[in-house]
């Protein structure tokens, strides 16, 4: 009999490019963050192993993310822990936040909008662009980026923390509270012409799919063991967290009916929430630090889903 999780991590396995990094993230975001944020390089190594990525490619990665400026390291004798840094922190809390909400966030009908004023140079107007659609914004026209809502002033902070404060005498922020007017593009108009939905909803459609015999068979047989429930968690929260890298996170009222992405979150919490307890006693067996001691849980940090 097939077993949709078994099947599940050996399809990560057979990829023929998989990208570490990313998955070190994830790994660092979900599991270390909250025992403290740090980690020996030889836990991640452990905990890669049955990937199938080796300890080779597990270094490289670490070292590339510390060139990358996600990754501090610190050195205990012949041996190394890796902590997030400042920045990496903030970029995955800020992915935090949308990965385990209970719900859309509910929308005050304002929408943000950030005006480019004055020349930008090629370069500067791509800088831009990228950090705004991390933000989740949108763009009307060469020189509006739009939002129904993110805080603007978490957004000039983020700009100025991404290293781009020259570019903030050419910002203007702007609330709007009303575009139903008749001489006004409504908003689902708005979210269409500044959003395009479809390539993502088609990949929740598919995240669903994939995940959804993997709970069923959770429910009904419950995973073989405590390292195979962290291995599913781990690729369950990578998977997600990809898909929430290019979704603005639009409240519930200017998406579709049928969005899929609704399934999706419902799914990946049910999904988390059931391995939650067997994954935890794994990494409390396998998450050490350079000089010995387990990395415990902090009792401080809330639960996941709630």
């Given amino acids: 009999m097939s077993n949709p999780i078994s099947d599940r991590i050996d399809a990560f396995c057979r990829q023929r490019r998989v990208q570490a990094s990313s998955l070190i993230v994830t790994i660092f975001g979900d599991a270390v963050l909250p025992r403290g944020g740090r980690v020996w390089l030889g836990s991640l190594i452990q905990l890669l192993e049955p990937m ?29 822990n890796y902590a ?84 903030l005498p050419n910002l203007v922020p702007m609330m709007a509270e009303d575009f139903q007017s008749a001489h006004a593009a409504s908003d689902a108009d708005l979210v269409t012409r500044a959003w395009d939905l479809s390539a993502l909803g088609q990949s929740y459609a598919e ?3 994939m995940y959804t015999p993997i709970l069923a068979h959770a429910q009904e047989v419950s995973v073989a063991d405590d390292e195979q429930a962290f291995l599913l968690r781990m690729l369950l929260i990578h998977d997600y967290r990809r898909l929430l890298l290019r979704d603005p996170e639009l409240p519930d009222a200017l998406l579709p009916k049928d969005w899929s992405g609704r399934q999706a979150r419902v799914l990946c919490k049910e999904l988390y929430k059931l391995i939650e307890a067997a994954s935890e006693r794994y990494l409390d067996k396998t998450l050490q630090l350079a000089d010995g001691p387990v990395l415990v849980r902090d009792s401080a940090v809330g639960e996941r889903f709630v």
């Fill in 52 to 80: 199938q990525l080796n300890e080779r490619l597990v270094r490289t990665s670490v070292f590339r993310l510390v060139k990358d400026g996600w990754l501090s390291a610190e050195t205990v004798g012949r041996r190394a």
């Fill in 84 to 167: 997030l840094t400042p920045w990496g922190r903030r970029r995955f809390e800020e992915a935090s936040s949308q990965i385990y909400a209970a719900c859309a966030p509910v929308w005050d009908k304002r929408w943000r909008m950030m005006l480019v004023v004055g020349e930008l140079s090629t370069r500067q107007r791509e800088q831009l662009r990228r950090t705004m659609f991390w933000k989740g914004f949108g763009l009307i026209g060469p020189n509006c980026f739009i939002h129904p809502g993110v805080q603007l002033g978490e957004v000039i902070d983020a700009l100025s923390a991404e290293g781009l404060q020259a570019l």
């Fill in 207 to 209: 995240f669903v799919a």
